[in-house]
Nanobody, 122 residues
Framework: QVQLVESGGGLVQAGGSLKLSCQASGRTFSYYAMGWFRQAPGKEREFVARIMWGGGNTYYADSVKGRFTISRDSAKNTVYLQMNSLKPEDTAIYYC???????????????WGQGTQVTVSS
């Protein structure tokens, strides 16, 4: 079992920045990938970014490429999502997730955090 707790969401003006954190605990040894997803009201939950624990390989959705950076601190069992140049369309609940493969589909992830709200005003 893996427990994930997100933090760092909030209200930011367009063009601003936020850094989200995801603290992992429990049996994390077999979960090699950590992903960030987001879901806006009335929309599907969509992939944002993922990182591999071991080598740090990263992958981003086209919509956030160049603006968001995913990183991890293995010593702290924590994954981060640095969000810069935020746009109103980034407004969503952001979730972190743990999986066993490099996949970017939500069904590939077994454990999910509670979500943290990010609101970007115009």
């Amino acid at each position: 079992q893996v427990q994930l707790v997100e933090s760092g969401g909030g209200l930011v003006q367009a063009g601003g920045s936020l850094k989200l954190s995801c603290q992992a605990s429990g049996r994390t040894f077999s979960y090699y990938a950590m992903g960030w997803f987001r879901q806006a009201p009335g929309k599907e939950r969509e992939f944002v970014a993922r990182i591999m624990w071991g080598g740090g390989n990263t992958y981003y959705a086209d919509s956030v490429k160049g603006r968001f950076t995913i990183s991890r601190d293995s010593a702290k069992n924590t994954v981060y999502l640095q969000m810069n140049s935020l746009k109103p369309e980034d407004t969503a609940i952001y979730y972190c997730a743990a999986g066993k493969s490099p996949a970017t589909t939500r069904v590939a992830y077994d454990f999910w955090g509670q979500g943290t709200q990010v609101t970007v005003s115009s």
